[in-house]
């Protein structure tokens, strides 16, 4: 079964609306998470690692203001887009490192639609 | 420079047929690992095979064989017996046992594979 849970899946809201998006470590747990984007039909990009209890680590180019992640406990990071536009429309996805001998994980993403 | 390439944009195959899906890195670690995900239209990353940088044989799973080079630096990915359900998106990645951040993927570009009947 899953071992890493994103929610929501999809997303359809107003421009100017901040957008949530958990990512929870199911059975196990993570003191880093990744997480990405991706355009249609191109590579998942970095966007920032979230490390339990201390700042984020954001890629170059990435607005920290416009995503702010949180990783509040040892089985929960968050990624909020802030007063999100239609150029935010993108496709989400979470992972975090493997245990010993494990793939990594990955969250199923989030479609996230501004309209 | 890229450290994953993905040359391929777009493979087509027929059912039942083998495919190839290339795939070449770039580091400088002695110690690192290589894996394929399958991404279908739904969107979630599907683990698919895995190589270290130390196994000394090709890795395989199933329908999945990975054809490691070292010396070239390729980690291809063959899918025997292709099915319709493997018509997806294909990314080859790559995780450095080195670095500032531990258990980051390097993906390449991807490949769309679309299988026919």
């Known amino acids: 079964g899953a071992v890493v849970s994103q929610h929501p899946s999809w997303v359809i809201c107003k421009s100017g609306t901040s957008v949530k998006i958990e990512c929870r470590s199911l059975?196990?747990?993570?003191?880093?998470m990744f997480w990405y984007r991706q355009f249609p039909k191109q590579s998942l990009m970095l966007m920032a690692t979230s490390n339990e209890g201390s700042k984020a680590t954001y890629e170059q180019g990435v607005e920290k203001d416009k995503f702010l992640i949180n990783h509040a406990s040892l089985t929960l990071s968050t990624l909020t887009v802030t007063s999100a536009h239609p150029e935010d429309s993108s496709f989400y996805i979470c992972?975090?490192?493997?245990?010993?001998?494990?793939?990594?994980?990955f969250g199923d993403g989030t479609r996230l639609s501004i309209l | 420079a890229q450290k994953i390439t993905q040359t391929q944009p777009g493979m087509f195959v027929q059912e039942k047929e083998a495919v190839t899906l290339d795939c070449t890195y770039d580091?400088?670690?002695?110690?690192?690992?290589l894996f394929w995900y399958k991404q279908p239209s739904s969107g979630e990353m599907i683990f698919l095979i895995y190589?270290?940088?130390?196994?000394?044989q090709n890795a395989t799973e199933g329908r999945y064989s990975l054809n490691f080079q070292k010396a070239r630096k390729s980690a291809n990915l063959v899918i025997s017996a292709s099915q319709l359900g493997d018509s997806a998106m294909y990314f080859c990645a790559m995780r450095e046992k080195r670095g500032s951040t531990l258990g980051r993927l390097y993906f390449g570009r991807g490949t769309q594979l679309t299988v026919w009947p």
């Open positions: 059975d196990f747990q993570a003191t880093t």
């Open positions: 190589q270290g940088s130390y196994d000394e």
């Open positions: 580091t400088s670690d002695q110690s690192y690992g």
């Open positions: 992972s975090a490192p493997p245990r010993a001998g494990q793939p990594q994980h």
